[in-house]
């Protein structure tokens, strides 16, 4: 299998991720630009691993618990 980077690659690895606190919350994403973002959208993540903005391509996730507090 012969793997290569193009341009697409690098698009797609340059993606903003957003760690929500609460996955059952509805996320709203105005792109993060002020006046050069975009309309405010209403995302939710509904048990899955992430939802991505089709504005933008910013990526929400839920956040992860760390090690320490999962005892």
Known sequence: MISRTGPDDRIMNAR??????????????DGGSGALGHPVIYLRLEGRPHVDCYYCSRRFVPKMPHPESAA
């Open 16 to 29: 903003e991720i957003i760690e929500v606190e609460d996955a059952n919350e509805t996320i709203g994403c």
